[in-house]
């Protein structure tokens, strides 16, 4: 039996402060290494001697792992507990980064960074489920995308000081202080959460999946963007640590982007600011595609920095009050992850082919036009509905 800290909480786990900490924290950690990819690829380059392809691919091996390891945590929560979870995926993290110590080649580095991704993605999706479990979620996926914004200047204030040996043992440590405060995760191995929803928080279901194919589709341009956006920089002819800097200090940005969130859910409803928020999102990506001058590189950088926190405050909440049985919101992290994954994958081969970062920075406004649709779509969809149930 949970203690109940309120009414809600006694009907709810998840509402519960320890709940909420621990998968927050999880949160961070899981996508550490999905929101230091910018300054990591710089590492890989640097320290390791890999091409701007095989940085690409590298990174996509991880976060196809991430991908894989939520997909396993739909099918394995109902059979194995949500605690089972994250200490497999504590486990198999460990394993991978301390591997990469060792085995340093292109080859091995794919497979190993796969397998890191795999135990983050077990590892990430219990969290994130944990947090869509609550009873308000948005607020919820709110605090943890300012805590997000505060851990990635953090990491790339960090990271770059860091060896590679540094790196993965940084992201060891990360998981090894989880250990013991497993138990704060609700245990009961059913992913529905037993606990009843308000009426306003209620969506069709089938918004839910469209929400997940929206968010694979708006993370293909943020995973383009990020993975390459420091070595454009350097191939546009930036010096390489202003650019790393101004990426650093332009996450601060995304503590804007999360009060901007809150803002508009108190005042707006749920549809139009995401729509608004993809328009400038497709312009502030596309503007690099036409030059990558200083003025035009800080424009772009902070609009994202700012605009990607609050595309995620919509989209991770959305999805998690379409469906309150919690399957949905588990396969936040693996959409997260193959749309990331895609992104990087798709600009090694439009380098590889020659067609430059011009052609990514494409791309990735081509990524949040597609998701921009979606939504559009899905909007009109849901607003001929209203107004047919009401006449």
Known sequence: MPTAESSTASQNPFDSKGSFLLSLYMTLVGYSVLVALPAINSAWVDQLGFSDVEVNRVASSDLLGLFLGSVAVSF???????????YAGIVIAIAANWLCIYFTDYSAMLILRTLAGFG?????????????????????????????????????????????????????????????????????????????????????????????????????????????IELAAEAGGLDGDWAAQVISWS??????????????????????PILVTFVLMVFAVGLLAVDISAGFFVFSVAMFNF???????????????????G????????AQGLGQMLGPLVASFLLETGTGFDGIFILCAGASATALLIYTLSYLATRESAKASTQ
């Open 76 to 86: 394995l929560i109902s059979r194995l507990g949500r605690r089972a979870l994250i």
């Open 120 to 228: 983050a993605g077990l590892y990430t999706a219990v969290a994130v489920a944990g947090l869509g479990a609550r009873s308000k979620p948005r607020e919820a996926f709110n605090w943890m995308l300012l805590a997000f914004a505060f851990s990635q200047f953090i990491e790339l204030q960090l990271i770059p000081h860091l060896s590679m040996t540094g790196i993965y043992l940084f992201f060891i440590a990360t998981y090894v202080v989880t250990l013991p405060f497993v138990g704060y995760m609700p245990s009961q191995k059913q992913a529905k959460p037993e606990f009843a929803v308000a009426s306003g928080e209620q969506r069709p279901g089938a918004l839910a999946w469209i929400g997940i194919f929206a968010i694979v589709v708006a993370y293909i341009n943020i995973g383009a963007y990020w993975s390459n």
């Open 251 to 272: 996450v601060l940005l995304s503590f804007v982007g999360c009060f901007g969130a809150m803002y508009a859910l108190r005042h707006f409803d749920y549809d139009r």
């Open 307 to 325: 605009l990607w926190i609050f595309i995620d405050v919509y989209q991770m909440g959305g999805v998690s009050t379409a469906d309150r049985t």
């Open 327 to 334: 399957s949905a919101a588990a396969f936040i992290p693996g």
